[in-house]
């Protein structure tokens, strides 16, 4: 490492370049737009501007990273950036210090989602401990396009706030045996991962379901709105090992499909694991289409 490197947070007047040199392999336009966002963000308090890092090498910026803390004990990174080609040393300290942050912020797990063509850049949060894990399929379905009949039958169906004890431990069960992402099982307290679901879209508690069958516990689902795309989101769709193979999923994504058809939405989307062949079955039955991708680069601590 370079004697006079260091890392800190980008200075109020730098903040503009740095989130240039993070998004510098970005063609200009979409670049001076991301860094907009970016800066609006953070006048917004929607942002951490602690997680925007330079390097300095003298009195000069040769390299920056982006990290965010969120909800539940998660973070965001992006990959760190250099103004000169072949610097890992730089590269190297950006990513050491982003973590040693986060670590002090309470993040447990960590993650880089990057288009498959971008995932080359990945390699210095490789070599810092992110591991590429899977590749997430994002589906969506127009919701006009169906006619959703009612309720499911033989399923009773409780929101979030009729019994949040049970959901909790029910939404644990469900992750026995899991496709989706099983990296992630239990990293987190039942706490943390309510949290951040709850960070997912805008919360409404009316649209977390705990399904029971014959008063036995058998699944939940998590839908949350996001209105920027005049869409809904499954958030989270579970079934516990004893009650699956048995269509339940598939009843509970139809509700979510109802649900959303009531609520006006143009689409529903989803989220699954590329690794999750039978979720992926189900989902394209259904008639939810690809519409984007990401390879997913993660580090858990513990």
């Given at each position: 490492?370079?004697?006079?490197?260091?890392?800190?947070?980008?200075?109020?007047?730098?903040?503009?370049?740095?989130?240039?040199?993070?998004?510098?392999?970005?063609?200009?336009?979409?670049?001076?737009?991301?860094?907009?966002?970016?800066?609006?963000?953070?006048?917004?308090?929607?942002?951490?501007?602690?997680?925007?890092?330079?390097?300095?090498?003298?009195?000069?910026?040769?390299?920056?990273?982006?990290?965010?803390?969120?909800?539940?004990?998660?973070?965001?990174?992006?990959?760190?950036?250099?103004?000169?080609?072949?610097?890992?040393?730089?590269?190297?300290?950006?990513?050491?210090?982003?973590?040693?942050?986060?670590?002090?912020?309470?993040?447990?797990?960590?993650?880089?989602?990057?288009?498959?063509?971008?995932?080359?850049?990945?390699?210095?949060?490789?070599?810092?401990?992110?591991?590429?894990?899977?590749?997430?399929?994002?589906?969506?379905?127009?919701?006009?396009?169906?006619?959703?009949?009612?309720?499911?039958?033989?399923?009773?169906?409780?929101?979030?706030?009729?019994?949040?004890?049970?959901?909790?431990?029910?939404?644990?069960?469900?992750?026995?045996?899991t496709l989706d992402c099983p990296e992630l099982t239990g990293v987190r307290t039942i706490g943390e991962i309510i949290e951040g679901h709850?960070?997912?879209?805008?919360?409404?508690?009316?649209?977390?379901?705990?399904?029971?069958?014959?008063?036995?516990?058998?699944?939940?689902?998590?839908?949350?709105?996001?209105?920027?795309?005049?869409?809904?989101?499954?958030?989270?769709?579970?079934?516990?090992?004893?009650?699956?193979?048995?269509?339940?999923?598939?009843?509970?994504?139809?509700?979510?499909?109802?649900?959303?058809?009531r609520r006006k939405a143009h689409h529903l989307t989803i989220a699954v694991d590329a690794r999750n062949l039978p979720a992926q079955k189900?989902?394209?039955?259904?008639?939810?289409?690809?519409?984007?991708?990401?390879?997913?680069?993660?580090?858990?601590?513990?």
């Amino acid at each position: 490492m370079t004697r006079s490197l260091v890392v800190e947070p980008a200075r109020p007047e730098e903040r503009a370049d740095a989130f240039g040199l993070v998004f510098q392999y970005l063609a200009t336009g979409d670049r001076d737009a991301r860094v907009t966002t970016a800066l609006q963000m953070i006048d917004k308090k929607e942002a951490d501007p602690e997680g925007l890092f330079v390097a300095r090498e003298g009195a000069g910026v040769v390299g920056a990273l982006l990290c965010q803390p969120m909800p539940g004990a998660a973070a965001v990174a992006w990959p760190p950036q250099t103004r000169q080609r072949g610097r890992p040393e730089i590269e190297d300290e950006l990513v050491r210090h982003a973590a040693g942050w986060l670590r002090t912020k309470g993040v447990k797990v960590a993650q880089a989602l990057m288009p498959p063509s971008e995932a080359w850049m990945a390699a210095p949060l490789e070599r810092h401990g992110f591991q590429h894990i899977t590749r997430l399929w994002y589906l969506r379905k127009r919701v006009n396009q169906d006619a959703h009949g009612p309720r499911p039958v033989g399923l009773e169906l409780q929101t979030y706030l009729q019994g949040p004890e049970l959901f909790h431990q029910t939404l644990l069960r469900s992750y026995e045996g899991t496709l989706d992402c099983p990296e992630l099982t239990g990293v987190r307290t039942i706490g943390e991962i309510i949290e951040g679901h709850k960070a997912q879209g805008a919360f409404n508690p009316e649209v977390w379901w705990l399904a029971l069958e014959a008063g036995r516990p058998v699944g939940v689902l998590l839908i949350a709105e996001t209105p920027e795309w005049e869409s809904w989101d499954v958030s989270y769709v579970g079934v516990v090992p004893e009650a699956r193979r048995r269509g339940l999923g598939r009843t509970l994504v139809r509700l979510a499909l109802a649900e959303a058809r009531r609520r006006k939405a143009h689409h529903l989307t989803i989220a699954v694991d590329a690794r999750n062949l039978p979720a992926q079955k189900l989902y394209e039955g259904l008639g939810f289409e690809p519409f984007d991708e990401r390879e997913v680069f993660l580090a858990v601590w513990q």
